[in-house]
């Protein structure tokens, strides 16, 4: 799956009419989305609220699923997709986080801990989880980059995060090429 140029990118909540004491608020803050659609389903209103990637958008649609993500009535899609809570969850902490930050180069490392080359931290490759430096084995002359390895272990930790708008597969999978072949000492890149 390719992720949608964040530009484009659009994640949407959709829920019915609840006797929640929160219904009102929730409905407001629908109702200032980017953009709000009421409809009726099966002789009932459903109300959908429409939000983007600017760290505004996406952080009020946090706020309004906080308030629904638990009514059995609502439900996120992304780019028209429907997402499930789980994937729906790591992205509101992470790209939320992300947000919050300001910082343009978050995915590129939180911290020092977190640190890679792969513009996504959640990879579980970076620093100080996993380096990549990690997927070596040795030859007998120096160490072979098993880039086959670190390209299962990217797909497998990426799946809850392709939806993300930073998420890139492509800028993975040509960070994992540019990588050397082979390195004289994994060791060398502790510190680096």
Not at 35 to 53: M, P
Not at 83 to 109: E, M, P, Q, T, W
Not at 125 to 147: A, E, H, L, Q
Request: charged share 20%.
């Amino acid at each position: 799956m390719v992720s949608a140029p964040a530009s484009c990118w659009e994640i949407a909540v959709s829920f019915g009419k609840s006797s929640s004491a929160n219904f009102d608020r929730v409905l407001y803050l629908a109702q200032h989305a980017d953009r709000y659609e009421k409809t009726t389903f099966n002789g009932k209103e459903v109300y959908q609220a429409f939000f983007h990637s600017e760290p505004q958008s996406f952080l009020a649609f946090v706020q309004l699923y906080e308030l629904v993500g638990n009514w059995k009535s609502a439900a996120v899609t992304i780019n028209g997709e429907f997402a499930d809570r789980k994937i729906v969850s790591g992205l509101n902490y992470c790209y939320g986080d992300r947000c919050r930050s300001g910082r343009s180069d978050f995915c590129y490392g939180a911290s020092y801990m977190t640190k890679n080359p792969f513009g996504c931290h959640r990879l579980q490759i970076s620093s100080c989880n996993n380096p990549w430096w990690s997927f070596t084995y040795y030859n007998g002359r120096n160490y072979t980059v098993d880039k086959k390895a670190l390209l299962e272990h990217a797909a497998t930790y990426s799946t809850a995060y392709r939806m993300c708008p930073c998420f890139d597969w492509d800028r993975v999978v040509q960070a994992i090429n540019r990588l050397p072949n082979t390195i004289a000492n994994p060791n060398q890149y502790i510190d680096g």
